[in-house]
Antibody, heavy 122, light 110 residues
């Protein structure tokens, strides 16, 4: 059973880069057909899609964040990473990683991490 | 890209049914069979309840069903139970391999 765990600094200074890692257990991140995605949720608000990476390395991003976001996969470490540059208060949120495991090519994500809270503050 | 439109709240009594709508455009909901619904309890990660408009992942009760007509998708929860009280979010492909979310609907079981 695939499980995901996000990790990274809980506090990031304005203008710096937010870096988070999602560690995959119970399966290989490079198994065929898997999509890996990042989402975020501002406190008390709805979900926002950040972007996803297909196991071939193709990446797709939310147009509103595209210029600041990079998603990558490290197959050796079995991890998916998110980087958001030039952060501001507006990037303060709970960040979730998710995988498309049993619902291939569906634009849906059936396995989620528990989330990690990131606060942008000096 | 505009967010999909969901009612902010919905409610129903135990044992009854409730339907939550998700309205988009021909460029997203109306143009793709890739509408999904997520359930989120407070402090928890989202859980996939419906994908590809009407399919249920393994383990999701058949009390949850999805449908779509033109630019509006719907999630129906039948035989409401107390544990169904949660926030529900719809998503849709929006072309260019992008995803749009609805603003979420808070479902209250009376």
């Amino acid at each position: 059973q695939v499980q995901l765990q996000e990790s990274g600094p809980g506090l990031v200074k304005p203008s710096q880069t937010l870096s988070l890692t999602c560690t995959v257990s119970g399966g290989s991140i490079s198994s065929g057909g898997y999509y890996w995605s990042w989402f975020r949720q501002h406190t008390g608000e709805g979900l926002e899609w950040i972007g996803y990476i297909y196991n071939s390395g193709s990446t797709y991003y939310n147009p509103s964040l595209k210029s600041r976001v990079t998603i990558s996969v490290d197959t050796f470490k079995n991890q998916c990473s998110l980087k958001v540059t030039s952060v501001t208060d507006a990037d303060t949120a709970m960040y979730y990683c998710a995988g498309q495991i049993m619902v291939p090519h569906s634009a849906a994500f059936d396995v989620w991490g528990q989330g990690t809270m990131v606060t942008v503050s000096s | 890209q505009s967010a999909l439109t969901q009612p902010p709240s919905a409610s129903g009594s135990p044992g009854h049914s409730v339907t939550i709508s998700c309205t988009g455009a021909s460029s997203d909901v109306g143009g793709f069979q890739y509408v999904s619904w997520y359930q989120q309890h407070p402090g928890k990660a989202p859980k996939l309840m419906i994908y590809e408009v009407s399919k249920r992942p393994s383990g999701v009760p058949d009390r949850f069903s999805g449908s779509k007509s033109a630019n509006t998708a719907s999630l129906t929860v039948s035989g409401l139970q107390a544990e169904d009280e949660a926030d529900y979010y719809c998503t849709s492909s929006a072309g260019g391999n992008t995803l749009l979310f609805g603003g979420g609907t808070k479902l209250t079981v009376l």
